[in-house]
């Protein structure tokens, strides 16, 4: 890899030591502990009447993602 950021390969190492490999994993499934929290802290918040789950935002084609 050609990069002029001193120490990229070192910062590389330990992101991934706290990200994974997947510093941005894609679908629900992938993301749905993040999601749910989120919907719980919104719902704390006062920001929603009711606790919302993720069947409640996304459309079922998305759930299986």
């Not at 749905?32 to 989120?38: G, L, T």
Request: charged content about 20%; hydrophobic content about 45%; some cysteine.
């Amino acid at each position: 890899m050609n990069s002029m950021i001193p120490w990229l390969t070192n910062l590389l190492t330990e992101d991934r030591a706290v990200l994974g490999n997947d510093w941005w994993p894609a679908g629900l499934a992938a993301n749905r502990k993040a999601v749910d929290a989120f919907l719980r802290y919104h719902y704390e918040q006062g920001l929603s009447k009711r606790q919302l789950t993720c069947e409640d935002i996304f459309v079922p084609y998305l759930l299986n993602t």
